[in-house]
């Protein structure tokens, strides 16, 4: 009776896990499907959803099933004694309660799995936050590097601040990103493409060189965006930040302060990789 209770224990432990996998599964299948413009709906969309809908109703259906009544043959019994009458009676008593109670348990376990919330990736978080947005400008200092001013940059190497790296490298997947800053000079170029090389964000395939603007005004970062009429620009100038909002879809205002809004579509946030969930 031990080995085939903790064989039926272990079963319905497996079971369970398989529930909680697949349930995962649907739901990042789900997300994916969801994120696609129904514009841009081909063939392979489409047999997508239906096989997505075929797996739904047959776990609907096996689920079903498996929490239906269970008809169980009756078993001839010889003819007993008075005492084994009675122990017979007792066990049919006590045994459909712990059969229907066990049954019930288990049910609610593989609900729980399967509709149990998943979190979603980086990656999902990024395209959600970023509304499909598919250009995106940035500036350098106090959003991607850990220094604040262009007169930093003169005085010490360019440093990448290692907490958004992971946060950048995700823009630049489905992302036309493009990278700007003022510089006072020519060596503070050179210290800033260093640093973005040396972090490994050339490597990614998503950004190069050619994509890191450098002016040397505020107001020439501000002409950048508006010629590459980005669907998000990201920035830590209130002014500039002010000065776009009419032009710009949306804008992500970067300060330690959390200011007031000073548009609809400008949104604030004390760090880039805070505004994805990251810290």
């Not at 997505?52 to 096996?62: D, G, H, K, Y």
């Not at 008593?93 to 998943?118: G, K």
């Not at 640093?195 to 490994?200: I, P, R, S, T, V």
Request: charge should be neutral; glycine fraction near 4%.
């Amino acid at each position: 009776m031990a080995e085939s209770s903790s064989s039926s224990l272990s079963s319905k432990e497996d079971l369970i896990q398989l529930i909680k996998r697949f349930g995962a599964y649907l739901t990042v299948k789900m997300s994916n499907l969801f994120s696609i413009s129904f514009h841009n709906l081909d063939s392979r969309s489409v047999g997508a959803i239906a096989g997505l809908a075929l797996a739904i109703v047959f776990t609907w259906r096996m689920f079903r099933s498996s929490g239906g009544p269970q008809r169980r043959q009756p078993k001839r019994q010889a003819p007993t004694t008075s005492n084994s009458v009675a122990s017979t009676q007792s066990n049919s008593t006590v045994m459909p309660s712990e059969v229907s109670s066990s049954s019930e348990d288990l049910r609610t376990q593989i609900v729980d799995a399967l509709f149990q919330p998943v979190k979603p990736t980086l990656g999902q978080v990024v395209r959600q936050k970023l509304s499909e947005g598919r250009k995106v400008t940035c500036r350098l200092l106090g959003v991607i590097l850990e220094e604040s001013s262009p007169e930093e940059l003169q005085v010490k190497q360019a440093t990448v601040r290692s907490s958004v790296l992971e946060v950048l490298l995700e823009i630049t997947k489905f992302c036309d990103l493009y990278l700007m800053e003022r510089v006072l000079d020519d060596e503070s170029e050179k210290k800033v493409l260093l640093a973005l090389e040396n972090a490994g964000v050339f490597t990614s395939g998503g950004l190069v060189k050619d994509k890191v603007l450098f002016c040397s005004t505020e107001m020439g970062r501000s002409s950048f965006v508006r010629q590459l009429e980005p669907d998000w620009h990201i920035d830590t100038n209130s002014e500039i930040v002010t000065q776009l909002a009419r032009f710009i879809k949306y804008q992500l205002h970067i300060s330690p302060n959390r200011p007031e809004r000073s548009a609809p579509n400008v949104f604030t946030s004390p760090s880039l990789e805070q505004f994805f969930g990251c810290v």
